[in-house]
């Protein structure tokens, strides 16, 4: 299995749309992850998808939408706050017995 | 504390030194993970134990890298023969049981001179 991250960094205005974009390939349905991570800390989970309804809503106002079809699960927040700016990362697990594999990381930059 | 702790959150060392880095994940979690984060490479997982076993050491970049895990609690990871291309933030992580979602540390930054 593997997650691409379109976008190594990510601009927005204050109170603007946040859009991060995920598409994974794996040949088993998968167990989606989300998390977000600020400077000099380690990650923390923002939602998950494992089964049941695909549109998640997370932590912090984020939700992420499964869509089966086009093997992608993007990350959106309505309006972007200061406090947003850091790192995310999507990841992917096929299995309980297997690790995550994350994508490369967005970083997010909110500006005034 | 509730979270997953790590020691110590920063080391410095000289190549070819031994390290040995600390994971004591959140009470009762059986699963237990190691990443390294290191700029260009995003996040590598290095191992993973359920309980005391590591059914999963596909990660391990080199048999410089070993790690252990006591009591199903407290991980060590031990890089012997320190690199420069060792250099980069080790990232512990735990869950309750392997498919449920996993906390992670703050991470151990490892400079290697």
């Known amino acids: 299995q593997s997650v691409t991250q379109l976008g190594s960094h990510v601009s927005v205005s204050e109170g603007a749309l946040v859009l991060l974009r995920c598409n994974y390939s794996?040949?088993?349905?998968?167990?989606l992850f989300w998390y977000v991570q600020y400077p000099n800390q380690g990650l923390q989970l923002l939602l998950k998808y494992t089964t049941g309804a695909t549109l998640v809503k997370g932590i912090n106002g984020f939700e992420a939408e499964f869509k089966k079809s086009e093997t992608s699960f993007h990350l959106t927040k309505p309006s972007a706050h200061m406090s947003d700016a850091a790192e995310y990362f999507c990841a992917v697990m096929v299995s309980g017995n297997t690790p995550l594999v994350f994508g490369k990381g967005t970083r997010l930059s909110v500006i005034a | 504390g509730a979270g997953v702790s790590q020691s110590p959150s920063n080391k410095v060392t000289e190549k070819g030194k031994d390290v040995e880095l600390r994971c004591d994940p959140i009470s009762g979690h059986t699963a237990l993970y190691w990443y390294r984060q290191s700029l260009g490479q995003g996040l590598e997982f290095l191992i993973y134990?359920?309980?005391?076993?590591?059914?999963?050491k596909s990660g391990l970049p080199s048999d410089r890298f070993s790690a252990e895990r006591t009591g199903g609690s407290v991980s060590t990871l031990t890089i012997q023969r320190t690199q420069q291309e060792d250099s980069a933030v080790y990232l512990c992580?735990?869950?309750?049981?392997?498919?449920?979602?996993?906390?992670f540390g703050d991470g151990t930054r490892l400079s290697i001179l």
């Open positions: 992580a735990s869950s309750i049981e392997p498919n449920q979602p996993q906390h």
């Open positions: 794996s040949s088993v349905p998968p167990y």
């Open positions: 134990f359920q309980g005391n076993s590591a059914p999963d």
